[in-house]
Antibody
């Protein structure tokens, strides 16, 4: 069965950096795009980034453009989210999710919490 | 950017009730609309894709309809496990910028 396991969350100071990972199994990872979606404490869902199946195209929410980078290693079945210049408003649970048909997110990981605080 | 607005923001209902949640897009999104269910402390779960197609394994009491700017999610007969928060999401934007609605919290009356 499809399994997505995020890791790399933690506490970081404002202006700092963090890299999240999402290890995938149970499906042909190299043939699917992947998303990152976040959820601030007590708030709704916010789409963050999407990468094509082959890693050749990447798309970002305006709120993270220029600070976050999504990447995909098909040899390791892993998608990453490199986050720089972190702000307090980036504090959230970050979920990775599998794309089934360009924008339909059919499987999600359990999430990893990122806290940006001094 | 496409804005998604759900109504109501919260809703109280009883087991067995029929419930409808509405989602409106700020521009036409054809049928590129998905619905997710999220329970506290858990990841979201895809219920409906393409406005009206039921995701595999989702009970048939869930249904979706609409196109253009106005969409609905209907639960025909509420079950105890359906009390959760529901989100709509558009998958229309090109280049991708997949916005969610603010959520509708469905509570037990």
């Amino acid at each position: 069965q499809v399994q997505l396991v995020e890791s790399g969350g933690g506490v970081v100071q404002p202006g700092g950096s963090l890299r999240l990972s999402c290890a995938a199994s149970g499906f042909s990872f190299s043939t699917y795009g992947m998303h990152w979606v976040r959820q601030a404490p007590g708030k709704g869902l916010e789409w963050v980034a999407f990468i094509w199946f082959d890693g050749n195209n990447k798309f970002y929410a305006d709120s993270v453009k220029g600070r976050f980078t999504i990447s995909k290693d098909n040899s390791r079945n892993t998608v990453f989210l490199q986050m720089h210049s972190l702000k307090a408003e980036d504090t959230a649970v970050y979920y990775c999710a599998k794309d089934v048909d360009t924008g339909d997110l059919d499987h999600w990981g359990q999430g990893t919490l990122v806290t940006v605080s001094s | 950017d496409i804005q998604m607005t759900q109504s109501p923001s919260s809703l109280s209902a009883s087991v067995g009730d029929r419930v409808t949640i509405t989602c409106r897009a700020s521009q036409s999104i054809s049928s590129d609309l998905n619905w997710y269910q999220q329970k506290p402390g858990k990841a979201p779960k895809l219920l409906i894709y393409g406005a009206s197609s039921l995701q595999s394994g989702v009970p048939s009491r869930f249904s979706g309809s609409g196109s253009g700017t106005d969409f609905t999610l209907t639960i025909s007969s509420l079950q105890p496990e359906d009390f959760a928060t529901y989100y709509c999401q558009q998958s229309y934007s090109i280049p991708p910028a997949y916005s969610f609605g603010q959520g509708t919290k469905l509570e037990i009356k």
